[in-house]
């Protein structure tokens, strides 16, 4: 059984090192693109070379962009006092496609992690700070996860915000919709029962 070319080899080695893609799904994705050339994988060297040379991160936020600020900073109806914190832009994507926040966010690039060696100098939270006391931020939302990671850079942020007349949040955490009590986990069903409400 002959092996593919070194080049395609290369492509497939390349492919294979991308989330959610290990080398059999590398193998088979880089084999469609080839077999459909003109119909997918010119476009997407088109579409790479592009992201290549124009994505930047955002100067204000830490969205990812075509430009200096992205459009959800420069947007003068998302200027509504409200900041939501996330950890990365995976999670602000993720809160956009819900549609059901209207102000702006902060990408701190990952939470503070003893194991991993990341400490608060290694995130983006002095200059979270620094935007709520520059731009009259009235509420920051933290959007972290329910990790003890997450909590954790949830109470650091808290306290680093203590003197900025600012109100603190965070998400409620609970039972999703649709979610079936018997599929959740145990954290997930405390974290449920105490954040019910009157109904």
């Known amino acids: 059984m002959s092996e593919p070319p070194n080049e ?15 080398p059999r799904s590398a193998r088979r994705a880089v ?7 003109e119909r997918s994988l010119r476009p997407l060297l088109a579409a790479l070379s592009r992201v290549a040379e124009t ?11 075509g430009a200096a600020l992205c ?29 059901a926040f209207g102000g702006r966010y902060h990408v701190l690039g990952g939470t503070l992690s ?16 620094a935007r709520v006391r520059a731009d009259g931020v009235r509420e ?6 329910a ?27 609970g039972v999703p919709i649709g979610g079936a009590l018997d599929f959740l986990d145990d954290g997930t069903i405390g974290a449920a029962l105490r954040a019910r409400r009157t109904l």
């Open 55 to 65: 994505a930047q991160i955002c100067q204000s936020c830490g969205n990812i962009s």
């Open 147 to 173: 990790t003890v990671d997450g909590q954790t850079t949830a109470h650091y942020i808290a306290e680093a915000l203590e003197g900025c007349e600012v109100t603190v949040t965070a998400l409620a955490q």
């Open 140 to 145: 920051v939302i933290l959007a972290l996860g």
């Open 31 to 37: 084999l469609h693109l080839i077999q459909t050339r």
């Open 8 to 22: 395609i080899e290369a492509l497939i080695a390349q492919m294979a090192r991308l989330p959610g893609l290990g």
């Open 114 to 129: 003893a194991l991993d060696a990341v400490g608060p100098e290694d995130l983006r939270i002095p200059d979270l700070v």
């Open 71 to 99: 459009p959800i900073c420069t947007d003068p109806r998302r200027a509504t006092g409200e900041i939501c914190v996330v950890e990365d832009v995976a999670d602000l994507w993720a809160m956009e496609r819900g549609q």
